[in-house]
């Protein structure tokens, strides 16, 4: 454990940020499922209409560094092809 003033402030603001990260990332999970849960029901209007929404969370949580840039782009882009690909019915 830390003993000195600026690494005991340092282990606390770590544990806030992490803290936050953490809520971020959750958040992002559940929308994620959501969308996910929507495409499988075969409900593409609910999908179509989360959609926009769930990509600015994604790109949101990048900016924030929660999750990497390229993680961000690979899941924007596998989200918008599967909500494409339920509506067109294959």
Sequence with gaps: MATHKSAIKKHRQSLDRRLRNRQHRSRLRGRIKAIR??????????????????????????????????????TKSRLA??????????
């Design 37 to 74: 849960k929507a495409i499988e029901a075969g409900d593409v209007d609910t999908a179509r209409g989360m959609l926009p929404s769930t990509l600015s969370l994604v790109d949101r949580t990048a900016k924030l560094g929660v999750i990497h840039d390229n993680a961000a782009a690979r």
């Design 81 to 90: 092809r599967a909500v494409d690909r339920a509506g067109s019915g294959s």
